[in-house]
């Protein structure tokens, strides 16, 4: 069960990620989102306040503002949360990916439809009736 005030929460929406925060969470949720290093992302920013430092903050705070905290449960368990990260991180893929196992699935189902429909079938039906 989850504590957001949304009644499902969408994985595939960014969120502030107050777990990892240093202030409010932004930075955090961005990298999470985007598969970046937290890090990394943090000390951009950091030497991008060098050159930009009211663009920057005030871009901080507009998203702490708008951005809803990252709900608790989420994602049910962690397949559900690495399926959402690589859809994502690169959707073609992750696209390609589905389509390939219903690719999978369908074949299976043509030879299991092939066998019912065989006189294979009846035969061995009649023979697991003797």
């Known amino acids: 069960m989850n504590n957001s005030s949304q009644p ?3 994985p595939r929406r960014l969120y502030r990620d107050t777990e990892n925060a240093m202030l409010a969470g932004v930075l955090a949720g961005i ?4 598969g970046f290093s937290l890090k990394a992302l943090r ?3 950091f030497l991008g306040c060098a050159f930009m430092m009211p663009a920057i903050c005030v871009s901080y705070l507009v ?3 708008l951005l809803p905290a990252k709900p608790v449960g989420l994602y049910r ?3 559900e949360e690495s399926f959402w990260r690589s859809v ?10 589905i389509r390939r196992k219903f690719r999978d699935l369908d074949g299976r189902l043509q030879g299991m439809e092939h066998y019912v429909t065989s006189p294979r079938f009846d035969l061995d039906q ?3 009736n003797l």
């Not at 990298?31 to 985007?34: L, P």
């Not at 959707?91 to 390609?96: I, K, T, V």
């Open 8 to 10: 499902n929460p969408n």
């Open 77 to 79: 368990n962690e397949g």
């Open 126 to 128: 009649e023979f697991k």
């Open 43 to 45: 000390w951009l920013v």
């Open 63 to 65: 998203a702490a503002f």
């Open 31 to 34: 990298a999470d989102y985007f």
């Open 88 to 97: 994502r991180r690169d959707p073609h893929y992750a696209c390609d990916d």
